[in-house]
């Protein structure tokens, strides 16, 4: 699994979703930019779960969180609260209506990404 993700993503990309699996943590997103069309996020800021806390984020592309939930990995949203704490959200699942793919972090078979609340990049 680890020499398909090579061709996908960087070598620190790799190196983090297999720490995360490996420790039963979860990549986790914490914001989105959407495309021109809205229904369609374009990038997330994805961070490292260290089970202590939660590293710095990376702009991962639309591609690459599909490619990674496809290949087994499982991301989660946080939010930051009010006293600049991380809180876990949700899970994040890939629906496919119609042909096309989604991230939702619902299951309900709507055409559109959504992610819940995240603030936007």
């Given at each position: ?23 039963g943590l979860f990549p986790s997103i914490s914001a ?63 629906i496919e209506v119609k042909g096309k793919k989604y ?19």
């Amino acid at each position: 699994m680890a020499k398909q993700l090579h061709k996908r993503f960087s070598t620190k990309e790799v190196k983090m979703l297999l720490k995360c699996k490996c420790q039963g943590l979860f990549p986790s997103i914490s914001a989105v930019s959407y495309s021109e069309d809205p229904k369609h996020i374009k990038e997330a800021k994805v961070h490292e779960d260290r089970g202590d806390g939660i590293g710095p984020g990376e702009i991962w592309s639309r591609s690459q969180i599909v490619s990674s939930i496809e290949s087994g990995y499982s991301f989660i949203t946080i939010l930051k609260t009010e006293d600049d704490k991380w809180k876990r959200g949700e899970d994040v699942h890939i629906i496919e209506v119609k042909g096309k793919k989604y991230i939702r972090t619902d299951k309900n078979e709507i055409e559109e990404d959504n992610l819940g609340e995240l603030p936007e990049l």
